[in-house]
T-cell receptor, first 111, second 115 residues
Framework: DAKTTQPNSMESNEEEPVHLPCNHSTISGTDYIHWYRQLPSQGPEYVIHGLTSNVNNRMASLAIAEDRKSSTLILHRATLRDAAVYYCILRDKGGAQKLVFGQGTRLTINP | EPEVTQTPSHQVTQMGQEVILRCVPISNHLYFYWYRQILGQKVEFLVSFYNNEISEKSEIFDDQFSVERPDGSNFTLKIRSTKLEDSAMYFC?????????????FGPGTRLLVL
């Protein structure tokens, strides 16, 4: 699986938007960009995924750069419950089923 | 919403003892996984399972580990002779299909402490 780079930590305030970046300069044409998060003392949880176009769901938005070498997970209005470690993971369309987690970004939300 | 469940939530065992961690995947899912997370470290893949066979395993998943789907609902991870370094959170996950775009749904984990 291609490598991703994320900041170790980020901090934001409640009810403000949060932009979590991920660099994946070696991404291949068949790699999907997935985001999972891990709330404290819980298992990882799917957030969103995309291939080329920006994606929206009830949890977040995913903005993918035109060259696909980077992406940004956007939480439109962070709440205290969004405090978690966020993982950006590349998954090859024809590749293994396993998820390969990096260190992720630890997001702290201030009240 | 359907969810993956795991039992027990916590398990303490003596080094050398066998442990079985249990998972009930989401009912219509076909692919099952075990991951572990040592305290303060990354989540690591152990094994994936489909159609009553291991489809992929990591180098961590050595002969001390085994998985089984003993009935239509449970998925188990057995560690035959636990070591201190097996202390970790163990997460079970399942997905409807094995495609890489498929979401994996994780359970809450079992915290294993080997003394």
């Amino acid at each position: 699986d291609a490598k991703t780079t994320q900041p170790n930590s980020m901090e934001s305030n409640e009810e403000e938007p949060v932009h979590l970046p991920c660099n994946h300069s070696t991404i291949s044409g068949t790699d999907y960009i997935h985001w999972y998060r891990q709330l404290p003392s819980q298992g990882p949880e799917y957030v969103i995924h995309g291939l080329t176009s920006n994606v929206n769901n009830r949890m977040a938005s995913l903005a993918i750069a035109e060259d696909r070498k980077s992406s940004t997970l956007i939480l439109h209005r962070a709440t205290l419950r969004d405090a978690a470690v966020y993982y950006c993971i590349l998954r090859d369309k024809g590749g293994a089923q396993k998820l390969v987690f990096g260190q992720g970004t630890r997001l702290t939300i201030n009240p | 919403e359907p969810e993956v469940t795991q039992t027990p939530s916590h398990q303490v065992t003596q080094m050398g003892q066998e442990v079985i961690l249990r998972c009930v995947p989401i009912s219509n899912h076909l692919y099952f996984y075990w991951y572990r997370q040592i305290l303060g470290q990354k989540v690591e893949f152990l094994v994936s399972f489909y159609n009553n066979e291991i489809s992929e395993k990591s180098e961590i998943f050595d002969d001390q580990f085994s998985v089984e789907r003993p009935d239509g609902s449970n998925f188990t991870l057995k560690i035959r002779s636990t070591k201190l370094e097996d202390s970790a959170m163990y997460f079970c996950a399942s997905s409807a299909q094995g495609w890489t775009v498929e979401t994996q749904y994780f359970g809450p984990g079992t915290r294993l402490l080997v003394l």
